[in-house]
């Protein structure tokens, strides 16, 4: 009898009597079972874009093995396979090229990080591309493309947010956004996995200077408008999730405009990388477009480091630094204000005498250390610690004259004067722990984090009006301030805060599914206040058609208050005092979210459309008003509500080889106070959002930027009052801002920099080190609208109201200087 095995060898046995048949079976099931016991090897490693993000779903297959494997949110993988002379890899994923790995006589465990290219391909003149899967709640968002993006706010990142589906931003001097009716404070923002701030007394745009978000160390970000996952903390509306860059090499950016300047400077190795960056930002060019003449002097300044150290396989640590000072010095001298209609124009003029001085000091710093055990497993201490020092001053009196300029009546006369001496510190220190485990198809994440939070607050501020010689109000017999607030309140609490979620991956006859679960629960040592949020979220992509993905996603999300939420105020003797509630309650939002994908390509060019439909229950609301972009709370829960609504988007090649995008999205949203339903003061009904992009044909040397937003108007009413009184509505939000950049000179090809004589002897030097040189020029406002962004209320002595609109900043024309090396 003659046996053959796959180790290409074989022999005979002779049965010549049972013993040698019991002896050559035992030999038979020895030398199978060696064959059997054949050497495995370990495979694991990372794959990632031509960006450096991680590429989560992609496929790793052995061939000739039908052994295969998927990555994770991180891009990570591991693979058990036979060993042999010749191993290959196959990695694959829907919107990328296709790699393959040849691995000889591997063995043990070897680490293998791949890159996937985008699939950008070039068949008979014609350009194939294939966008990203969005099967989860949190999309990606590439921001290579914003550092050419016309932006007031200097380049920011989330004036880049604000063109997404369900997002608005309505003042070109903030960086603040509206998410599905939520306000500014419902929006958290992560950088590397730890929350960040911002200041607490900002009452306008020209105030705010500079995000913390440095875009040009920007690797990675994640946006989710609702629905979002268990490992994102307390808040309502959105997650705008940041990861920081780990250059690979020495690299670098200079960038200068009428805006300001920035510098970063990048280095890393295997095993060490370090990224700073310098921003000075001044928006004093622009604020010179507002009806409000003076003296303007803003200056803001910024900071920021991330150092990253990898000694080991298993350990790594990191540490971002952050040191900012924004100064606001103003001066005012005069305004005219025109407003009206065309039969009844009024002129609104005022001359102002004092001025206003404030200071926003932030620190920040925030260190982690993370051991592997090994690709499927992590776990990793993260501490952090802020600090932020406000002051805002000021002592203005202005007096006025109101016409009637169709009637050449004069309707009043008076005098304001403002005071205040607001001074806040706060400090926000946390400890936390969290894991990632990869089980075959299964990601599980949990966290625990332990948070200090100290705020201590001195504030006098104070507003008297005088209408034709009389105060207002108008008592008759002693002399009354319209508006007087004084606070002393210093607080120190605590908050523990866990969460576990689990990933699951999988797929049927059906096609793909990826389910998210979730829990996360805090406490507060402030109200004693527990509670709990699940959320749930599943994305399937159906084989019976690939170009479709669904989503649908839902939980509950609490956001438990920080200081500006529970401030009430009580009125002693004409005075507002400002007490802090114990007795307050977190908010409550619950998420229901419908949302689709369709891909399909138009002009042989890819297209994606997307549509959200969403309804938010809305509970233990604490009312606000807004001004500009101060929000100012009731300090109570006294409120239900509810955000509906439609979002929806178009993205793709609008002209081929740039990403362009048009956004839409309807939504209503409102609050019952005291068994009346009011629109809350986010009730924007439609806003369209327009990001457009284009070059000239034949070279990539010219590109043109568009960004142009329509937004309905916001509630408003007189400034401290309640709610029922904001019944009023702003005109909608229009703007178009306009760019043109030109590559003066390129590392890949020889610009016209290489035409002069004394450049061109140290071309091939600087060839090296400069890859791009780009010129800009900005239209901001290119329509030059007259947009509102709050109200000037004056008071005559009949105690009638006129409301005399803000303008926010004109048409201006900006220079830009970009330069990467």
């Not at 609104?348 to 592997?372: L, P, S």
């Not at 993260?382 to 000021?394: C, H, L």
């Not at 949990?446 to 948070?451: A, D, L, P, S």
Request: with cysteine; charged share 20%.
């Amino acid at each position: 009898m003659k046996y053959t095995f796959r180790g290409n060898f074989s022999f005979f046995i002779v049965m010549k009597n049972p013993l040698h048949m019991l002896l050559s079976v035992l030999l038979l099931l020895l030398v199978g079972t060696a064959d059997g016991w054949a050497q495995r090897v370990t495979i694991k490693g990372t794959v990632r874009d031509e960006h450096g993000a991680p590429v989560e779903i992609a496929n790793i297959l052995v061939e000739k093995q039908l052994i295969g494997a998927t990555t994770n949110l991180e891009g990570k993988y591991e693979i058990k396979c036979e060993s042999a002379d010749s191993v290959v890899l196959v990695y694959s994923m829907i919107g990328y090229q296709t790699r393959r790995r040849v691995l000889r006589n591997p063995s043990g465990v070897i680490t293998l990080d791949v890159m996937l290219p985008s699939s950008n391909f070039t068949l008979q003149g014609v350009t194939i591309k294939e966008n990203r899967r969005q099967t989860g709640t949190m999309q990606k968002i590439d921001m290579k493309q914003a550092r050419l993006i016309p932006d007031a706010s200097g380049g920011s990142v989330e004036s880049f947010i604000a063109t997404q589906a369900g997002v608005s931003n309505t003042n070109e001097l903030s960086t603040q956004y509206n998410v599905r009716g939520g306000n500014f404070d419902e929006n958290s923002v992560y950088v590397n996995g730890i929350e960040v701030y911002r200041p607490l007394l900002i009452r306008a745009g020209q105030q705010e200077g500079l995000s913390f978000i440095n875009p040009d160390m920007v690797q990675d970000i994640g946006f989710s408008s609702g629905g979002f996952e268990a490992r994102y903390g307390d808040k309502m509306s959105s997650v705008l999730d940041i990861t920081y860059r780990r250059p690979t090499e020495t690299e670098g950016t200079l960038s200068a405009s009428l805006l300001g300047a920035n510098a970063y400077v990048g280095y890393g190795n295997k095993t060490f990388s370090m990224a700073n960056s310098i921003r000075y930002k001044t928006s004093e060019y622009l604020l010179g477009t507002l009806d409000t003449h003076g003296e303007y002097n803003p200056a803001f300044f910024d900071y920021q480091t991330y150092l990253y150290w990898h000694p080991t396989s298993n350990w790594s640590a990191g540490f971002i630094g952050n040191v900012s000072q924004n100064s606001y010095h103003f001066v005012p001298h005069d305004r005219s204000t025109s407003f009206g209609t065309l039969e009844n124009i009024r002129n609104f003029n005022v001359y102002f005498a004092g001025k206003e001085q404030d200071r926003f000091q932030t620190f920040f710093g925030a260190g982690n250390i993370t051991y592997e055990a090994s690709s499927a497993s992590s776990v990793s201490l993260n501490v952090s610690a802020y600090r932020t020092n406000e002051k805002e001053t000021y002592d203005i009196i202005s007096q006025y004259w109101l016409d009637n300029v169709t009637e050449d009546v004069n309707m009043g006369v008076g005098t304001y004067m403002e005071h205040a001496r607001n001074y806040l510190n706060a400090s926000v220190m946390s400890l936390g722990l969290s894991g990632s485990h990869k089980l075959d198809a299964h990601h599980i994440q949990w966290g625990i984090e332990g948070k200090d939070e100290r705020v201590s607050e001195h504030l006098r501020e104070w507003e008297y009006r005088d209408s034709s010689g009389y105060s207002i109000p108008h008592t008759g017999t002693s002399l009354e301030l319209i508006y007087n607030m004084q606070s002393d309140n210093s607080v120190h609490n605590r908050r523990v805060s866990s969460y576990a979620q689990d990933t699951w991956r999988f797929t049927n006859d059906a096609g793909l599914f990826v389910v998210n679960a979730g829990l996360r629960a805090s406490y507060w040592t402030w109200n004693h206040e527990p509670i709990v949020s699940p959320r749930a979220s599943v994305g399937f992509i159906p084989s019976f058609n690939e170009n479709f993905t669904f989503r649908v996603a839902s939980g509950v999300y609490y956001q438990s208050p920080f200081y500006k939420e529970y401030r009430d105020t009580t009125v002693v003797n004409g005075t507002g005092i400002a007490t802090l509630n114990r007795d307050i309650r977190s908010q409550r939002s619950i998420h229901f979210v419908l949302a689709s994908d369709y891909q399909f390509r138009l002009y042989d060019r890819p297209f994606k459309f997307s549509v959200e439909a969403y309804h938010k229950a809305l509970s233990n609301l604490i009312p606000y008003n807004i001004d500009n972009i101060r929000i100012s709370y009731y300090g109570e829960n006294c409120a239900t509500g509810y955000a509906t609504g439609l979002d929806m988007k178009l993205f793709g090649e609008f002209v081929p080889g740039t990403d362009s995008w048009l956004t839409c999205s309807v939504m209503k949203t409102e609050e019952k106070i005291g068994g009346v339903w009011y629109p809350r003061p986010t009730d924007q009904r439609v806003n369209i959002s327009l990001y457009f992009t284009d070059y000239f044909p034949g070279t990539d040397r010219w590109k043109m930027s568009l960004k142009g937003t329509y937004a309905n108007g916001l509630p408003f009413g007189p400034p401290h009052t309640g709610r029922e009184k904001q019944i009023f509505r702003a005109p909608a939000y229009r703007r178009v801002d306009i760019g043109m950049s030109y590559r003066l000179f390129g590392s890949d090809d020889e610009g016209p920099l290489s035409q002069i004589p004394f450049i061109a002897d140290s071309y091939a030097m600087r060839q090296s080190k400069v890859k791009n040189i780009w010129l800009g020029i900005d239209a901001f406002n290119l329509l030059d609208i007259s947009n509102v962004n709050s109200y000037y209320w004056i008071t005559d002595i009949e105690n009638h109201q006129y409301a005399v609109p803000n303008y926010l900043t004109g048409r201006r024309i900006n220079f830009r200087l970009l330069v990467d090396f």
